[in-house]
């Protein structure tokens, strides 16, 4: 069963944070919703249709930026109060905006989750939770990892109210009270949690930074995964969730919106399994959606806000399609008096800017003139993706994007990503120079382009800064410096667990250093460790390369260190950046190594299946010309032999394919070469003599020689 939806858009306000528009109950089975909407310049801006316009219910003076907002009331009424929280501070609105709470939650950082439910008041700052009842404090937990968003079950099942946490470290965590009363993995770092059943039930939905959708149920004491939606296709991120039966078909769907303007409905078939019915892509990334009636009586709608304001309905009434100005006689009057006001709205802003850039010009030749530096908002993002071990870096302006200088101190690959249709431009560089950069890249974009994704793949070991200079199509000319850092062991991700039968080398420190010194080597090595020392004594962190499918074990504590890894080059790298950061702050360290040889045997087997495919990937495409240029000449390709027919076929593949992985042989080589130089370095003998041997039998390559080369040498 598919369905047709048709986009109207409704209003704009300021940028929004996600999750911050929602529907008010409605008055009427049928009847149409008002919407609540928040943004970053501190207005709440609630408005209803009337007369196909959208008429302003209340609207609120600016004031500190809005990071939530939320519905309430009292359990077993319509859920119509508005809570907002910007900062440490939280608000309360009735549905008509006469302002009947504010709370100060005292917290040392700013709110970014909420949830309300009843006299209960639920709270997240980075990686603080707090629970209010009435305005006075209840619970509070410190977590490990940084906090996306929070949610609350109440049923018959559990006795008592249950936050569950989404955290950054892959876990959902599900309280007791200020205890932690068990957690669930999930496939990816979860960024918000949404209640399937809005009236209760014991179930959770999740979204991930890494765009998968799942479900769990909440236990007592433990939780069930019911199913998980992969992300196949590489879509942007899971901001917002919401459900509503949007189908018609007495099931609720699942309603999504992503970081890269993809809104998707999930329905459900016999199988209770989620399929994909519907999917529209809007142009900025969804920051939230809710499913209701809002334009319309009786005609259901997917209603969502994106990051620059813009309110943007999904509806399934049929619109007619608007007649050019030569058939107005065919419009309805109201066609015709919407577009008269519109006309006259259009004359008005087109006055206006005519008299705004006068006052401009005089102000800016006066001998008193100040010049004034134009403020504009980034949400920028910079995460490793797990599929091709590539960091992609997004960056989102409100509003047109003129140019985005790259600039690097470390080399780094920039890869072709489908989506983008800026030019980009190389300027050369000269690395030798002290403080010199890898890379100068320039993407020139085209108009009205607000959104920008690349991807860059960066080489273990080398380590420093990306920044990215955004300078948008504003007057005067202004640009916003961003900065990204690129760490030692840049393509490791955090996992939940390793496989410990594997052949481990071994790494241990020993020294007069604290817990916090050494979980700050720890995050200046590696990605995804939080920034805040963990509580306890002692911590284990595991994490796999995203590139190799290696892994490695990180267990420290004060004064002493461990870490275990399956590839020797890892170990290595990391012996090399913990003895500088102990030398910068005069600490002694006492390293010692377990080195096992069967672990470099094991990682050349790992890498021998991806190095054989580039291996013949490469060959493929130097024979694609040829092969053209003998069709070319013979009129058909019948003469060739099937291997090469499939060459000319699946070329165009091929080329892609090869386009968007460039250097991908010689970063092989790289890690090989490394490896080699690694493995007899902890043996104190230099091999660097011998690295060209090495590259003769990669040229001719065969995993049994040179294994018998690693083993000579």
Known sequence: MEIHLNRVDYMQVGVTSQKTMRLLPALGKKATQKVAIADHEGVITCFGMKKGEAAP??????????????????????QEKIFVCSGSEVRGFTKKGKQFLTFEANLTESINAMHVSGADLFVCASYIYNHYCDCKDQDYYLSGDKINDITCLSTENLARLVPVLACQDRVLRVLQ??????????????????????????????????????????????????????????????????????????????????????????????????????????????????????????????????????????????????????????????????????????????????????????????????????????????????????????????????????????????LDVDKNSAVVSFSECDSEQPNGNFLLATYRCQANTTRLELKVRSIEGQYGTLQAYITPRLQPKTCQVRQYQIKPLSLHQRTHSIDQTRPMNRLSLVGQFSFAEIHSWVVFCLPEVPEKTPAGDSITFHFHNTFLG???????????????????????????????????????????????????????????????????????????????????????????IPEYRNILDESA???????????????????????????????????????SSLLEILDNYDLKSLLEFFNEA
């Open 57 to 78: 219910v209340f609207k609120t003076l600016p004031g500190r930026k809005i990071a939530r907002l939320d519905l309430g009331g009292a359990v077993g009424t319509p």
């Open 550 to 640: 290696t892994q490695l074990e990180a267990t420290y504590c004060k004064g002493e260190g461990h870490f275990k890894s399956d590839n020797i080059s890892t170990i290595s790298i990391l012996s090399d950046v913990l003895s500088k950061e102990a030398t910068k702050r005069k600490i002694n360290l006492n390293i010692s190594y377990d080195i096992n040889d069967e672990s470099v045997s094991h990682t050349l087997k790992m890498i021998h299946p991806k190095l054989e495919y580039q291996l013949l990937l490469a060959k493929k495409v130097q024979l694609v010309d040829a092969l053209k240029e003998l069709q070319v000449h013979e009129g058909n390709a019948d003469f060739l």
């Open 177 to 414: 009270g200020s205890e932690l009363a068990y957690d669930i993995e999930v496939p990816g770092p979860p960024s918000v949690l949404e209640l399937y059943n809005k009236d209760g039930g014991d179930e959770i939905l999740y979204g991930t930074a890494d765009g998968k959708v799942g479900l769990v149920q909440i236990g007592e004491s433990s939780a069930v995964p019911k199913w998980e939606i992969d992300n196949e296709k590489k879509k942007g991120g899971i901001l917002c969730i919401d459900t509503y039966d949007i189908l018609g078909d007495g099931v609720n769907d699942i309603l999504v919106g992503r970081d890269d303007g993809t809104v998707e409905v999930y329905g459900f078939d016999s199988s209770s399994e989620p399929t994909l019915r519907f999917e529209h892509v809007l142009s900025e990334s969804v920051t939230s959606i809710q499913g209701g009636c809002v334009g319309k009586e009786s005609y259901d709608e997917v209603l969502t806000a994106t990051y620059t304001g813009w309110v943007t309905g999904l509806t399934t009434e049929t619109l007619k399609a608007e007649a050019g100005p030569g058939d107005e006689v065919k419009m309805s009057k109201e066609t015709q008096s919407k577009v008269a006001a519109l006309r006259a709205e259009l004359e008005q802003l087109q006055v206006k800017v005519l008299q705004g850039r006068e006052k401009y010009q005089q102000t800016s030749q006066s001998s008193t003139a100040v010049s004034a530096v134009p403020v504009f908002s980034i949400n920028d993002k910079f995460t490793l993706c797990q599929d091709d071990a590539s960091y992609s870096l997004t960056l989102e302006v409100q509003t047109a994007i003129d140019n985005l200088l790259l600039q690097s101190d470390v080399p780094i690959d920039l």
């Open 653 to 691: 593949h091929l080329l892609e394919e090869y386009k968007k992985q460039p250097a991908h042989l010689e970063r092989l080589y790289g890690m090989i070469t490394d490896l080699f130089i690694d493995k007899f370095k902890f043996k104190g003998q230099n091999v660097k003599t011998k690295v």
